[in-house]
C-alpha cells in the first residue's frame, strides 16, 4: 500500500478523518452565520473567524485544551457543547479521550494521533493544489520540505528567481527535522456560494510555482455519526467507508517562463 492509503485508512477507521470534517463545517457554518457586511466584516474578519473556530472545533472534537476529560475521563458536557448547534452536537464524531492529543509545530497549532501530526493551513477558494508554501511560515514552509518517502526530492533550485533561491537558501540552512511526520490539512470557503475544500495530504514545496502536494484525500465525502454525543462510549465508524482512490500529484512542466 502507499503512504496515502495507509495514513487515510488509518485516520480513517480511528475517526480521526471525521472529527476533522466535522470540526471545519462546524466552524464555517458558524463563521457564515455571523458575517455580516452592514456590520463591517470583510473577507480577512470571514478568514481569522473561520481559522479560530475550525482551531476550536478541533480541540472539542478531540478533547484538547480547555475541552480536555476530567478526573475519570468525565466530559463537561456544558463546556463542550457550549454554543454550538443542534446540528454540531448531533452530528459531532464521539472520540475516546486521550486518543488525539495537542502539539503545536512552532506556534502553528497541530494534532497528533499514532505519531502522525497534522497541521492546518488556508488558501484561495479553488486553488488549494496550487497553494504556495514558500510564501507562507517558516513552520509550514518546514513541514513542506519534508521528503516523500516514495518519491525522489526533486532539485528545489530549478527555475527560481534569485530572491526565491535565496530565501530557500535560508531556509535550508535551518535546523529543519521534525520531531514527527506532520501532514496538512487545507481548507478554504467560497464566501458567495459558501462552497469549501477540505482536504488532508502531504505538502510539497512547490518552489517556483506548481503542484502544492506529493498527495492528498478530500475530506468531504468522509460520513459523520447521525447521533448524538454522549460522553461515553465511543462511536464506531463504518468500516464499509473507503477513501477515494488514491490521488497522486505531480509536478506540471512550465513552458515559457509561465508561473
Known sequence: MSEQQDVIAELGAAGILAGVRWAYESATRRALETYSEPDGHDVAW??????????DRLD???GCERYAPGPGDELDLDVLYA????EDIESMPGLAPGLVRRCDLHGSPGWVYSGKRFLIASGEFGRLDMLPWLSRSVTKRLVALQRDPEMRQPSLFESLDPDEISGLEA???SDRELDLVTYV?????DPFSGDVELVFGRPRLNAGGGQAWY???????????ARRRDGAAP???????APDAPVRLRRERRAGGER
Open 235 to 241: 462511536v464506531t465508524f463504518d468500516p464499509a467507508w
Open 171 to 173: 531556509l535550508l540552512a
Open 185 to 189: 490539512v487545507g481548507h478554504s470557503l
Open 215 to 225: 498527495w492528498r484525500e478530500d475530506l468531504r465525502t468522509v460520513p459523520l455519526p
Open 60 to 62: 472539542r472534537v478531540f
Open 83 to 86: 454554543e454550538l448547534s443542534d
Open 46 to 55: 470571514l478568514g481569522n473567524t473561520r481559522f479560530t473556530l475550525f482551531r
